[in-house]
C-alpha cells in the first residue's frame, strides 16, 4: 500500500463537523403497551470538529458517553436528534448506497480485540472482507495481495494471512483490527479504547504503530480513551465528556496545561504518575461521591454534585461550552479559571 | 528452564523472629491437556508488618498465581505446586492440613480480587454476605454480626451504612462494589491484605479513593499489604517495595524510589520508559519488543533474552541468578550493574 499524496486534499481542512448530536436510549415500562417512562441521556448535545490529519482525544470516566458517540458517527446507533457531516456530506441521514460509500471514508478499531474478530474466519478472510462488501476497493484478483500489504504495513507477517485470531496474542489481534480498519484506505478512523485491553509494553507498540500510520496516510483519528496519559501522548486536541456532554475542549496543550473545567482538573489530579519522587498527594482534587445516572442527571450543570465550586447558579443554570475569560478554549462551568499556576496539574 | 538453587531473599535482613510471610523458591505449574506451563519458577518473596509490597508484572508473569498459591485458592487440577515453602509466622502453609489452613484464610490473610461484580454474590443483600463470614467464622450472633457488618461498612466510607444491608450488589456503583469487598476481607481482623488489581477495573477518580482508603486501612489497622497490579502509577504512590515479574519469576527487587531512579533490570527499564506519562510531554515511547514467552516454551537461558537491548551469548546459555546490588536490591540480570549505571537506554 502506497501512501495517497493528493494534493487537494489539504491538511487541516475540516474534515468531520459533528453538531449538537443527540442520542437518548429509551426506558419502557410495560409489556403489552409498552410506554416511554424515561431516558438514558447516552449523548446530550455533542460538537466538535475533526481536522485532516489530526488527533482528536475523546476522554471521559465510564458512562460518559464516549463509546456511544462513537457507535453513532459509525451509523452503529441511530442518533436522536443533531448533525454530522463528512466532508460535506451528511453522515446521518445517508442511507444504502450513500452510507455504504460514506462509511469507506469511516472506519473503526474496537477496543477488545478478542472479541471483534470472528474466530472462525483466517486473518486474511477479516482483513479482507471489506473488499468483498466494496468490490471496487480492489480490482479482481488483487485482493490477496492487497490484504498481505496490509499485514505488511501493521508490522504481521505477511505469510500468516492464512492463521485464525487465536493463534496471535492480543497485541497482534489488535494489529488485525487496524489492517482491517485501514483496507479501504479510509480517511477517518474511529478509534473505541484501542489500546486499554493491552499490557503496558505492547501497548507502546500499538500507540506507535497507529502514529506511523497517521503520518504515513494523512489519517486522521477520533481517539475515545480514558487513559489520560495515552490520550495526551498521541492527541493534538482534547475533549473531555461527562455524563453525556463536553465540558471542555482545547489543544492538548490548553486542556493538560491550562484546564479552567474542575472536572477536567479533578480528572488529571488523579491520574497517578510513575515516580515516586515527583508525587505529592496533596495536588489531588478527591472528588466525592459517584458519577449520576445518565438517566436522571442533575439539573444546570451535570458536575455540580460532585463540584466543589457549586453555588445555586449552577443548578438553575446549565453552562454552555464557550470560550472563558480565564483562558480562551471552551469550557462549561459558570467558575472557570486556571488552578494555581504553581501547580498546573495538581502536583507540585 | 534449569533448575536453579534456592535464592536468598533481597532487599531487608530477617528480623529475630523471622519474616510474617516469607514465599521461599515457590515453583508452580499448570498441567493441561496441550503441555505442561511452568507458571511460577522459583519466587521468593517476604513482608514484614506494617509494609506495603507490590508485586508487578503484566499478564501472564505468575503475579496472581503466586498470590492464590498463598491464599491456597488455585485450582487444582490444573496448578500443580512442585516445590517450595510459603511460611507464615515460621509455619509453613503448604504442609498444614487443610483445616489449620482454612484457620489462616480470611482471619491471617485476605484478598480482595479485581472484579468485585463476580467477586459477589449477586442473590444476596451485601450485609449478609458481609455478616455470613463473621456468624460462620467468629461465631457471632445474628445481632452482633450485624452491628459489626455496619461498623465495618461505615469503615470503608460506605455512606448510609445501616440503611443499604439490605441492598444487593448490583444496587452499587462499582467503586462502592469494591469497598463492599474490602469490608468483607477486613471482616476477621487480618493481618495481611493481598489486593489483585484492586482498581483495575475503575475511573482513575474512583481508583484515587481505593487506593486511598486501601492505604488509610493499612496504617490504621496495622495491616502489611501485598498490591498486585500492571500499573506503574498506581504502585510508585502506595508501595515500599517492589518485586517485579516476568514469566514467573522476580526479575527485580528493590525499594521503590531506587527502583524507579534506575532499574537494574532491562524489563524494569523497558517498561517505565514504555509508559507515556502526563507530566513528561513529546518524546517517543520506547517499546519492548516483541511478545512476552509462551510458558510452555520459556526460552533457556535468562527468558528475557529474546527482547532484551542487552543480551549477549551468556545471556542464552545461563539462567542469571539474583544479583545482590551495593544498595541490597537483587536483579535477575547478567548485566545488572551496567544496566543500573546505563542512564542512557
Given at each position: 500500500?502506497?501512501?495517497?499524496a493528493?494534493?487537494a ?16 436510549f ?8 409498552r ?6 441521556r447516552a ?8 481536522r ?9 470516566e ?8 462513537a457507535?453513532v458517527l ?19 441521514t445517508?442511507?444504502g ?7 469507506r ?9 478478542y ?12 482483513i ?9 476497493a480492489?480490482?479482481k ?8 500489504e ?9 505469510e500468516h ?29 474511529v ?13 507502546a ?6 502514529e ?15 487513559d489520560?496519559?495515552?490520550?495526551r ?7 473531555v ?6 465540558v471542555e475542549?482545547?489543544t ?27 508525587r505529592g ?6 472528588l466525592?461521591?459517584?458519577v ?7 439539573s444546570?450543570?451535570h458536575?455540580?454534585?460532585r463540584?466543589?465550586?457549586a ?8 453552562p454552555?461550552?464557550?470560550?472563558r ?5 471552551p ?18 | ?42 519466587v521468593s ?32 487440577p ?7 515453602q ?27 480480587f ?33 452491628r ?12 448510609g ?11 452499587f ?16 481482623d487480618p ?21 486511598d ?30 518485586a ?28 517505565l520508559?514504555s509508559?507515556?506519562r ?7 515511547l ?22 532484551c537491548?542487552?543480551a ?34
Open positions: 500500500m502506497t501512501a495517497t493528493d494534493p486534499k489539504v491538511r487541516g481542512e475540516t474534515i468531520l463537523t459533528v453538531d449538537d448530536l443527540v442520542k437518548h429509551p426506558i419502557t415500562r410495560g409489556v403489552l403497551f410506554r416511554q417512562v424515561g431516558a438514558v449523548v446530550d448535545g455533542v460538537s466538535f470538529t475533526l485532516r490529519g489530526e488527533t482528536l482525544g475523546i476522554v471521559g465510564s458512562g460518559c458517553g464516549k463509546s456511544t458517540l457507535r459509525m451509523r452503529l446507533e441511530t442518533p436522536t436528534s443533531g448533525r454530522a457531516t463528512l466532508q460535506g456530506r451528511d453522515l446521518l445517508a442511507g448506497g450513500e452510507l455504504r460509500r460514506l462509511r471514508n469511516m472506519q473503526m478499531v474496537m477496543q477488545d480485540p472479541t471483534s474478530l470472528n474466530p472462525r474466519m483466517t486473518v486474511g478472510d477479516i479482507g472482507e471489506p473488499f468483498d462488501i466494496h468490490p471496487d480492489a480490482p484478483g488483487s485482493k490477496r495481495g492487497r490484504v498481505q496490509l499485514l505488511d504495513v501493521v508490522g504481521l507477517n505477511p494471512v492464512n492463521r485464525y485470531p487465536h493463534q496471535f496474542s492480543g497485541g497482534q489481534r489488535q494489529r488485525i483490527g487496524i489492517a482491517r480498519a485501514l483496507a479501504l484506505r479510509p480517511e477517518v478512523i478509534c473505541d479504547e484501542p489500546v486499554s485491553a493491552l499490557d503496558v509494553s505492547i501497548q507498540q500499538v500507540i506507535n504503530l497507529l506511523q500510520l497517521q503520518d504515513e496516510f494523512g489519517l486522521s483519528y477520533v481517539f475515545i480513551a480514558h489520560l496519559s495515552v490520550v501522548h498521541i492527541c493534538d486536541r482534547v475533549a465528556m461527562y455524563l453525556g456532554r463536553i475542549i482545547g492538548e496543550e490548553e486542556i493538560y496545561e491550562r484546564a479552567t473545567h474542575p472536572y477536567t482538573q479533578a480528572l488529571l489530579s488523579a491520574v497517578p504518575v510513575p515516580d515516586p519522587e515527583a498527594t496533596a495536588g489531588i482534587i478527591r466525592t461521591g459517584d449520576p445516572s445518565p438517566a436522571d442527571p442533575p444546570g450543570c458536575f455540580r454534585t463540584c466543589w465550586k453555588e445555586d447558579i449552577c443548578a438553575r443554570e446549565d454552555p461550552t464557550v470560550p475569560p480565564a483562558d480562551p478554549h469550557s462549561a462551568c459558570h467558575f472557570a479559571a486556571l488552578r494555581a499556576r504553581s501547580d498546573p496539574t495538581g502536583r507540585g | 528452564m534449569t533448575e536453579s538453587a534456592p535464592r536468598p531473599t533481597p532487599a531487608s535482613p530477617t528480623p529475630p523472629g523471622g519474616h510474617l510471610l516469607d514465599v521461599r523458591d515457590l515453583h508452580v505449574e499448570f498441567r493441561t491437556g496441550e503441555g505442561v506451563a511452568k507458571v511460577i519458577n522459583g518473596y517476604h513482608l514484614d508488618p506494617g509494609e506495603t509490597l507490590a508485586v508487578l508484572g503484566e499478564s501472564g508473569s505468575g503475579k496472581s498465581v503466586t498470590a492464590q498459591a498463598v491464599m491456597g485458592i488455585l485450582d487444582s490444573p496448578a500443580v505446586i512442585r516445590s517450595g510459603i511460611r507464615y509466622r515460621g509455619r509453613d502453609l503448604l504442609t498444614l492440613p487443610e483445616e489449620q489452613r482454612r484457620q489462616v484464610r480470611g482471619k491471617e490473610i485476605a484478598m480482595i479485581q472484579d468485585a461484580l463476580s467477586a459477589l454474590n449477586p442473590v444476596f443483600p451485601v450485609g449478609w454476605q458481609i455478616s455470613e463470614t463473621l456468624r460462620h467464622r467468629d461465631g457471632m450472633s445474628r445481632a452482633d454480626a450485624r459489626r457488618t455496619v461498623e465495618l461498612m461505615d469503615l470503608v466510607r460506605i455512606p451504612a445501616a440503611g443499604r444491608l439490605g441492598d444487593h450488589p448490583h444496587q456503583s462499582g467503586g462502592m462494589r469494591q469497598r463492599v469487598m474490602i469490608a468483607m476481607a477486613l471482616a476477621l493481618k495481611v491484605l493481598i489486593a489483585d488489581e484492586p482498581t483495575t477495573a475503575l475511573d482513575v477518580t474512583v481508583q484515587a479513593q481505593i487506593m482508603l486501601l492505604a488509610d486501612l493499612r496504617r490504621d489497622l496495622d495491616m502489611a499489604m501485598i498490591l498486585i497490579t500492571h500499573d506503574l502509577g498506581v504502585v510508585a504512590g502506595v508501595a515500599d517495595r517492589i517485579v515479574m516476568y514469566a514467573g519469576r522476580i526479575v527485580e527487587h528493590a525499594d521503590v524510589r531506587p527502583l524507579y531512579r534506575a532499574p537494574a533490570h532491562p524489563y524494569t527499564k523497558g517498561l520508559a509508559i507515556p502526563l507530566d513528561v510531554r513529546g518524546r517517543e520506547s517499546t519492548i519488543r516483541g511478545l512476552p514467552p509462551n510458558l510452555m516454551r520459556i526460552p533457556g537461558g535468562c527468558p528475557f533474552h529474546p527482547r537491548p542487552y549477549q551469548q551468556v545471556c542464552v546459555d545461563v539462567v542469571p541468578d539474583d544479583l545482590v546490588l551495593a544498595d541490597g536490591r537483587t536483579s535477575a540480570c547478567h548485566f545488572a550493574q551496567e544496566v543500573h549505571d546505563d542512564r542512557d537506554r
